[in-house]
């Protein structure tokens, strides 16, 4: 029996994801716990992204198989289950359904978007600080919106890629990136959201995006200045590094029709290391 | 030469706003230290509302006179310098500003606007725990608004006032109190807000409403019996108090004339006691 798991994750004290050695915290691994403490079961669960340490979820999507012998169980107590089991640690499933086994978590999605929360005003952040990204100098959110639109589409994205990505080419498509921007507090403070919407993204690729466009939102890079950066396809010629903590996997979208995502899935092998 | 400051704070560390002995930690006194440290003044700061151990503010206000000599100093420098003093401690001064010396920051507050957070579904919550109230029964938020209209105007609160309360008289004017609610996940998850105004509260006043209508949420009260809790006066007839790490104080609203503020104040020293 397949599962299909919504995550919601602090990612702040993760090493991200991505299982990896014995005593490092990943996101991946506290669900691996869970899931065996509540089965006995030693079970490897997929996600549809492997975020970054320090990045956040408000909809990881992810799947695994469980046998679960005779007994039969319902999403809603699975997911009561394993959160009784993480109820220590910031890891929430949010939902849980059964799916049908040509359900992948990566394979099968045909979207995903992240969202970058930057809270511009001149006083630091006392509420959410592990939460979103503090910038200081004052951000032009119209120029910011006005410039991103170069990154849509079809590119070559090497100049926001990071330079350990392991993605065989650096040609992407980007669906969307749009910016909001509204009131944080009542005395001129800014809450800037940037959301990125793609099948999928090359390591580092949303924050350093972000990185960029802050400077353009400062007005240190004109629209132009962007341009050339993204043709220059070089790591180098890019912004900063947008820092984890502003970022969130805020959802994964698929299709009904699982079985032809798979099918395409098979032409685009580069897809498989793909590290947001 | 007097100051107007707004403060932002995660009440989560601090056995509230009000300095205590010396080895409690209250955001007063953070404050005041930062003061302090920025020009060797051992000066008392006077704050619109007294928030209680683990509730967080947005838009908390007070004033302190400082003799700061020869030099002159704007608002943005004075919040910037005390910013910087404050900066391992999770408080923000997000605005500060020169008022007449007639200001007095909780005489002069002609209303106070709380805002109270909950999460409604079934699972907990990852990103925001210390933010938030979770609530996992399904609310009915009509139900409580309805209900909450109760509650406004002038009564007495005696059954939403914590025993330990100071103020000479238990009847206060409720300007308003209000049901908010929005999507907080893809999945259904809600987050229901509180608003509620006043020129003063009762201490606990908020916390212990919010009990109350969770309780009509959950369709354990109807809004009559919310009437015969307010009608009994008793606080043993009210509902369980809600947990502090969902309520903000999220801003003081004043008048520009201050003075008359003042002469009014004169007449109601049973606010003087007044802890929210």
Known sequence: MRWKIIIEYLGTQYCGWQRQK??????????????????QQEITIHAAGRTDAGVHAKGQTAHFDLDYGERSIN??????????????????????EEVDESFHARHS????????????RAA?????????????????????????QILTGFHDF????DTQ???????KTLDKLWIEAKPYDNWGGTEILVHAQA????????RNMVGSLSLVGEGKWSKLDLQVALDAKDRAAGGPTAPASGLYLVQVYYDTLHKDEEDNNNNNNNESKDID
Chains 1, 2 share one sequence.
């Open 124 to 148: 630091g952040v006392a509420l959410e600080k592990e939460l979103v990204w503090h910038i200081r100098r004052p951000l032009n959110t119209d120029a910011m919106n006005d410039a991103a």
């Open 22 to 39: 014995e005593d490092i915290d990943t996101v991946q691994e506290s669900i691996e716990k869970a899931i065996f403490n509540f089965c």
């Open 75 to 96: 999403g809603f107590e699975l997911a009561k289950a394993l959160n009784a089991h993480l109820r220590y640690e910031p890891i929430r499933i949010i939902h849980a």
């Open 165 to 171: 990505c392991q993605a065989q080419s650096p040609e």
């Open 158 to 161: 090497s100049t926001f890629r």
């Open 109 to 120: 999605a045909t979207d995903k978007l992240y969202t970058y929360r930057i809270i511009n």
């Open 199 to 206: 099948r999928s993204f090359l390591h580092h690729q949303v």
